[in-house]
């Protein structure tokens, strides 16, 4: 699965840099789906991960897990960690509360015994007890050590440790060892409501004790561990990450021998998936469509095909068979034989390919994340709220969830709120604040800010047939009263001929244009076209020559009816730019973009559609502003008054007039909404402080900066004899449970397929 978009400096894990929608192809509905009688508002979509008790799960055997590419830090807390640092450390290094199926934060008993509030007042102080038989790898106890180095190298005091967060580090105050190393008492020198974010996941003093080992030392290796593994190598050039079982892990033993997880490109997993290099990669829907037609063709559990009409006919066996039927004299029967000896090989392939791919299973669930589209409220006619929420209205936020997801099997709702997905206990739909589509309210909003159809008209003075604006266009200086010459004449007659062919040339460049790069959707209909913001025109073929060719001078010049339907004000279109990416795992990506510009289109706002390389699309234009309307996606959290904060909170004008946004690459905020998430993020009442974060959500929706679409599907292939590993949904993974439910020939991990 391809992952562009936009980190979350302040998530409690890293995710990969982009979040990107793929594409949708239909494959078997979801097993385990919301009941017709549940509200899937909600309720979240449940864990697809083949669930067995370890007694069940053979001890032994090799696991290969595709990630995009060898991580460049096993450092989280760095600026360039990603979702490969989060997946391999969370089998290596303590997290102390991680998410449920529900998405809420859970004590983790191999790390503690208990942690909790002990005082309110003065202060805030918790206390934690440790497990008393966790150790690091090197044997010494996990301790108060550890947390003291910790919130000395995050607490943004000492600017040696480049840090890319330090959210509730710098509300920390002191950090007292209890009874002995295995109890820590932490104060917090203001209230902090997030405290179970804290030290997940927690590194060994030897990492956080100093800038040095902090900023190069712990980027590519991790000597000291304390999880069900242990790292063994990373290997960059081979693209390997290897971990093996820890000898001193206290917990139940993990299942496997070793983990390696391995770099392959989201592009070519489907044939490291044949080739049988790895036993589980997260995929896009095209390839799980192949699978599940492989399971079709190989009767659905890696056997042979299913009785029936033609299940005993292989891929070859129906081409010979095809050749046959059609060879009905000596010259096509030659025909078909040759074409059969061509493509054996391709047969051969393809049958092979189906075979393999038979031997996996598709789990699929929704992510913890949501597809947004983002208005970058900065400046322009964006910065107008009224026009922010026409074309929130506009939105038909059902049928792009549609197209998504229902192909896939999956629920559709779209999602209510900014800071919760359903599912969570802090969930509610906030969606009301906007208001539900409704296009006669957005043209009203439009109205009122001014846009009206045609109001990107010239005044009259400017548009007459042979006025002097026009001629000033073209360098010329007539005298007042001048007419039109009969040369003139002659030269428009000569265009006119000209209008038919040049329309025709215009047409077939349109398409060309909306393959890749940049161009306008608004002004190409009958009469008009622009590509690429030129403002290039071709006039509708009239009987007689173009319409208005031979118009006196002085004569107004009549407008195309899609000018006339176009938004505009004080003679400026209403045109927005839009920005997608166009690599090859955004494809539903651009369908939803494409179905946004034809629901703006209908209300007379016109896009300047501008595709760009994934590598760029965040740097380049969500980060820097470049953009009018764009689409990217944000994770789900625990602890959305740390995280949503930063996303949300109102930019600040800096020193030299820049604005500086934090993570709020729409530019859209308010005072109110930043107290109320200081309020919530300060407020130890979890039930209160929910209640702050859906009066916050509520305005977000309203400023109508950023709209939630849809919950993002999340597809993986995993080989059939594998348990508890799959679409994880909102929890972390368990890895120690992880194994083949059918013992494994255990080989070098590097030798790919056991």
């Known amino acids: 699965m391809s992952h562009v978009g936009v980190p979350r400096g302040t998530a409690r894990k890293r995710r990969s840099v982009a979040l990107l929608a793929t ?55 760095q600026a360039d960690a990603d979702g490969a640092t989060t997946r391999i450390t969370g089998a290596l290094l303590p997290s102390l509360f991680p998410m449920d199926a529900k998405g809420e934060p859970r004590l983790n008993p191999d790390y503690l015994e208990s942690a909790k509030v002990i005082e309110r007042e003065p202060k805030q102080v918790v206390l934690y007890k440790l497990n008393q038989q966790a150790v690091w790898s090197d044997g010494r106890e996990i301790g108060a050590p550890d947390f003291v180095a910790q919130w000395r190298a995050l607490s943004g005091k000492d600017s040696a440790f480049w840090t890319a967060r330090n959210a509730g580090y710098e509300r920390i105050e002191k950090i007292e060892r209890g009874k002995d190393d295995l109890q820590v008492r932490v104060t917090f020198s203001k209230p902090y409501a997030d405290w179970r974010s804290l030290f997940s996941p927690l590194y060994p003093k030897e990492v956080t004790g100093s800038p040095g080992t902090f900023n190069d030392g712990a980027r590519t290796t991790l000597r000291n561990t304390a999880g069900p593994f242990r790292l063994r190598s990373v290997n960059k050039p081979r693209g390997t990450v290897v971990l093996d079982r820890n000898p001193r892990w206290w917990g139940d033993e993990a299942r496997l021998d070793s983990l390696v997880f391995r770099a392959v490109e989201p592009g070519k997993r489907t044939d490291a998936l044949t080739e049988g290099t790895v036993d589980v990669a997260d995929i896009d829907p095209a390839t799980a469509n192949s699978i599940a037609l492989a399971a079709r063709y190989r009767g659905g559990n890696g056997g042979p095909p299913a009785h029936g009409p033609g299940a005993g006919i292989t891929p070859a066996a129906a081409l010979r068979s095809w050749a046959l039927a059609h060879g ?38 929704l992510e913890p994340s949501y597809t947004q589209l983002a208005l970058n409220g900065e400046s322009g006619p964006l910065s107008d709220d009224r026009v922010r929420r026409a074309i929130a209205r506009t939105l038909d936020r059902q049928e792009l969830a549609d197209a998504v997801l229902k192909p896939l099997g999956l629920p559709a709702k779209p999602p209510g709120s900014h800071l919760a997905l359903a599912g969570q206990p802090g969930y509610k739909d906030g969606s009301g604040a906007l208001g539900e589509q409704d296009t006669k309210e957005a043209q009203a909003l439009l109205a009122d800010a001014g846009w009206t159809p045609g109001g990107a008209l010239r005044s009259t003075r400017d548009t007459k047939a042979g006025s002097e604006a026009e001629k000033k266009d073209e360098g010329e200086k007539p005298a007042a009263g001048e007419k039109a010459a009969a ?30 790069g ?25 009987p007689g020559g173009a319409a208005g060719a031979y118009a006196p001078a002085g004569t107004a010049a009549p407008a195309p009816a899609a000018v006339k339907s176009r938004l505009g004000k004080d003679g400026k279109p209403l045109s927005l730019r839009f920005v997608l990416p166009s690599g090859p795992g955004s494809q539903s990506l651009r369908t939803v973009g494409e179905k946004i510009v034809a629901m703006l289109d209908s209300i007379g706002i016109s896009t300047q559609v501008t595709k760009v390389a994934d590598d760029s699309y965040f740097k380049d234009h969500i980060a820097s502003g470049d953009y009018d309307l764009a689409l990217y996606s944000w994770p789900a959290t625990a602890y959305p008054a740390t995280d949503g904060r930063p996303i949300f909170a109102k930019p600040e004008p800096a020193t030299d007039g820049s ?16 107290q109320l998430f200081d309020r919530a993020v300060a407020e130890l009442d979890a039930d209160a402080s929910r209640d702050l974060l859906k009066q916050a959500d509520a305005r977000i929706w309203a400023a109508a900066g950023s709209i939630p679409l849809y919950q993002r599907p999340q597809l993986v292939a995993v080989d059939k004899k594998l348990a508890n590993i799959g679409a994880f949904g909102f929890a972390a993974p368990r890895y120690q ?7 494994q020939a255990a080989g070098p991990p590097a030798n790919g397929k056991k």
């Open 23 to 77: 594409g949708v192809l239909t494959i078997p509905v979801l097993a385990g789906c919301t009941s017709d009688g549940e509200d899937p508002t909600s309720v979240a979509v449940p864990q697809d991960i083949a669930p067995a008790s370890r007694d069940r799960v053979a001890d032994g055997s090799t696991l290969n897990w595709a990630i995009d590419a060898v991580p460049s830090t096993l450092n989280a807390f």
């Open 737 to 743: 449970d992880i194994g083949f439910t059918a013992r």
């Open 659 to 674: 604005l500086l946004v934090a993570q709020n690459y729409t530019r859209v905020g308010s005072d109110h909404i930043d």
């Open 328 to 365: 009905s004299d000596e010259e096509a029967a030659e025909t078909a034989q040759a074409a059969r000896e061509e493509t054996r090989e391709a047969v051969a392939v393809y049958a092979a390919e189906q075979k393999a791919l038979s031997g996996f299973a598709v789990r699929k669930s």
């Open 518 to 542: 940049e161009y306008t959707v608004g002004d190409d209909k009958p009469g008009s076209r622009s590509s690429g913001g030129s403002g290039v025109t071709a006039q509708d073929k009239q």
């Open 487 to 516: 040369g003139d004449k002659d030269e428009k007659d000569e265009k006119a001929g000209k209008k038919d062919e040049k329309a025709e040339d215009t047409e077939k460049d349109d398409k060309a244009s909306r393959e890749e």
